[in-house]
């Protein structure tokens, strides 16, 4: 893999990894909901 073919897969997965947090963020605050509304 040359660094030209690296730069071009780094920029294709910058612009994913912000939904990727989004998506993760949301499992993760739905854990926690579910959660606290067991404990609850």
């Known amino acids: 893999m ?3 073919e690296l730069n071009r897969e780094l ?3 910058s612009a994913t990894w912000q939904s ?3 998506v993760y963020g949301l499992i993760v605050a739905s854990m926690v909901g ?3 509304w067991i404990i609850g």
């Open 2 to 4: 040359t660094r030209d």
């Open 20 to 22: 990727v947090a989004i």
């Open 11 to 13: 920029r294709m997965h």
């Open 34 to 36: 579910s959660a606290m």
